[in-house]
């Protein structure tokens, strides 16, 4: 069965940090696709980042680029993300997501087939 359990979530100042975390709970492959959403009050759920467990470029949605960071640590079977100055509008809930295969798209929630529970972020101004 699989589990993600994100952690890391908080209420912070806008330009704070905030490092999220996403524990697996099965023993990831070489290709498995993780990816981290969001979703605020009201809105659609949207992509943030993605990686392969293989390494390789990540992606990241444009407006996040620069300030957000997708990372993975093999050994810890964990994906994390570092969200570096944060504004009031990166208030949401965060998900991560494994790819339900190597072909399925990375940004979109539909390429996506486990999610975590979520872990929720206010940033305030």
């Known amino acids: 069965q699989v589990h993600l359990v994100e952690s890391g979530g908080g209420v912070v100042q806008a330009g704070d940090s905030l490092r999220l975390s996403c524990a697996a709970s099965w023993r990831t492959s070489s290709d498995v696709g993780m990816g981290w959403f969001r979703q605020a009050p009201g809105k659609e759920r949207e992509f943030v980042a993605a990686l392969s467990w293989s390494g390789g470029t990540p992606f990241y949605a444009d407006s996040m680029k620069g300030r957000f960071t997708i990372s993975l640590v093999k050994a810890e079977n964990t994906v994390y993300l570092q969200l570096t100055s944060l504004k009031p509008e990166d208030t949401a809930v965060y998900y991560c997501?494994?790819?339900?295969?190597?072909?399925?798209?990375?940004?979109?929630?539909?390429?996506?087939?486990?999610w975590g529970q979520g872990t929720k972020v206010t940033v305030s101004s």
């Open positions: 997501a494994k790819k339900a295969s190597v072909d399925s798209t990375w940004r979109r929630r539909e390429g996506y087939e486990y």
